[in-house]
């Protein structure tokens, strides 16, 4: 039946096709390019898949049907058949949040140095849109997986992993399933931040964070608690405030703790997006107030005062999860293990500054 | 065969698993299903897929079996089957990019409110990866492509189009095809930026941008040469520099045109990499040097001066992009068309800065 594929040349068959509900029907297959090669199926298949057996004429006849029809290999079906795709997903939180862009970009540059593709997908925070989107992928048959974890429970993976997909998770650890994963020092990085601005002189040093639920919010407010314990500092509840990091609801609580009846001289912001907020809040004010930031953030630098900030290494999370991830794939790497990376205190001016009463 | 498919739960298998070549291998099969709840092939089908003609009780033994065994249903062979899948590709520059941040979003919002799974992959500016990755994404039976361009020719998307592919092409247009496209006037954004300098007294003004074979930095030269032609003013070469913008090429090319001949008294800065970069330069001089920058950057308001841009709306591109695609698929929109985006001068003091000499 060669009249049938090319007919989805003409522009009249193109708005058929698109207004019908046959949304692949009209694709060119196999069949087609051995009708219109004048060749067995047999034949075709040898070629596409670069077996032996074929002559080189018959080949290039195959190759101008293959190209005339616009014939292209259903690698669903190849799939089916070889099991591999040479390809990895990665789950990611907010694909606006800056700190995954280099996170994303290092999983990328590991993955084509071995070859694969990365796809990627964002749960937006979303325990059921993460497994939706793992659950898809695996379905398409990526090799392994990446995962920064919205929820707290991965029982749902236990199949795929079983099957063979090599699996990392990365800024946060998986819950209720062991797997390999990536950390950074979130409790000593936030404790070291904290220590800093007791360093400076400060008491009553204020913490804003994300929802408690996530581990790097609660992991950075034990860091807090540790260091103000450690100076023999009581803390007031006044002074911490965890939830959604949205400008309105930071803003409404570093005004808070900067004017209840025991005002904080120091703030200590949980990530990048509350240090943001909070830079815009203490611009405002008439009186110094000192700032470190968990994350470093793009022209902390040229900010007058410069900010002081708890820096993780996003691009090493990336990498050092992507390197496992082919580890497994390669078989040389067995038992899941925890990595915790270092964070880095990077003084510019915010952190240093004394307490303003 | 009921005994091969719980195989897999066994720890010794889980790493003879890892360690051989068959990384699928293993997985349970309807047919496993079929044997541990003692039905018919025919059977679990129907129970996988929904369909009708199973008794409660059959049902409950078949679902209670998927669980057991871990079964999941390969969707690579549904794909086959139904031709359609929910999920929608987005083919990106650089993971990295803060501009990509938003509209990658806005891309999913729609995604989302379609019911349908995004994934993306970048290209990192290489026209073969952009290819590779088109169409692995079609290959995986994705409904439609929002794509970034690196290349431009993309006559390699022709058979997926014709065969259904909905295609929108986004922040660059499409090469040696008709499709939609949706971009921001970078001409006329760039002309009205040039044109601000001028207006403030500035005649010798520098323009740093990306590769001039990308379709916005060759605009927004073109934007920068009609402001000055428009004004009388003839541009010297030593005044314009494109090429790639990691930051050691643009502090090389603001660091020439600054201490030349006819050192530029202001410099349009052609996207949001090359702008942080040249604030940096600008920050270590000690005469005042006035900047308008292409994209609006995270900050950009608290920096003294504040920086003065032209702003995209990132979000709206993706968001006007996406709506393109899924119209495209409901049938409802069928002519290619190409979509212009007004961009908006905001000032904030550094495009403001009179001729320091």
Redesign the interface.
């Known amino acids: 039946m060669p009249e049938t594929a090319p007919r989805?040349?003409r522009p009249a068959d193109?708005?058929r096709?698109?207004?019908s509900g046959?949304?692949?029907?009209?694709?060119?297959t196999m069949k087609d390019v051995a009708a219109r090669a004048g060749v067995g199926l047999k034949t075709v298949s040898r070629v596409v898949n670069g077996e032996p057996g074929v002559t080189p004429d018959t080949e290039r006849r195959v190759q101008e049907a293959i190209e005339a029809l616009?014939?292209?290999?259903?690698?669903?079906?190849?799939?089916?058949r070889k099991?591999?795709t040479a390809?990895i997903g990665l789950i990611l939180e907010?694909?606006?949040?800056?700190f995954y862009?280099?996170l994303?970009?290092a999983v990328?540059e590991v993955a084509r140095a071995h070859g694969a593709?990365?796809?990627?997908?964002?749960s937006?925070e979303d325990p059921d849109r993460e497994q939706?989107?793992a659950?898809?992928?695996?379905?398409?048959?990526v090799?392994g997986l990446v995962v920064i974890p919205a929820g707290d429970d991965h029982r749902y993976l236990?199949?795929?992993i079983?099957?063979?997909v090599a699996t990392v998770f990365v800024d946060r650890p998986a819950g209720r399933i062991e797997a390999d994963v990536v950390l950074s020092d979130n409790f000593g990085g936030a404790r070291d931040g904290v220590a800093h601005l007791i360093a400076h002189g400060h008491r009553r040093i204020g913490f804003i964070g994300d929802m408690p639920r996530i581990h790097t919010a609660a992991e950075r407010l034990r860091g807090y608690r540790a260091a103000m314990e450690d100076a023999g500092i009581a803390v007031a509840d006044s002074w911490m405030s965890l939830g959604v990091t949205d400008p309105e609801r930071v803003r409404r609580a570093a005004e808070a703790m900067l004017t209840g009846p025991e005002p904080v001289t120091a703030v200590f912001a949980g990530n990048n997006r509350v240090t943001?907020t909070v830079?815009?809040v203490l611009?405002g004010l008439s009186r110094q107030v000192a700032l470190v930031g968990f994350d470093d953030?793009?022209?902390?630098d040229?900010?007058?005062p410069g900010v002081t900030v708890v820096a993780q290494d996003a691009a090493a999370l990336g990498r050092t999860a992507a390197e496992r991830l082919f580890r497994?794939l390669d078989?040389t790497h067995?038992t899941p293990e925890r990595i915790e990376l270092p964070t880095r205190l990077v003084t510019r001016g915010s952190g240093e500054l004394p307490p303003s009463d």
């Open positions: 989805a040349d193109r708005l096709d698109r207004t046959t949304r692949y029907g009209n694709r060119p616009g014939f292209r290999r259903n690698d669903s079906a190849r799939v089916l099991g591999r390809s907010d694909l606006a949040d800056p862009g280099p994303s970009r990328e593709l990365l796809i990627n997908g964002s937006a939706e989107l659950l898809a992928l695996c379905a398409r048959r090799d236990e199949p795929e079983r099957a063979g943001v830079i815009r611009a953030i793009e022209l902390a040229l900010l007058q497994q078989g067995l």
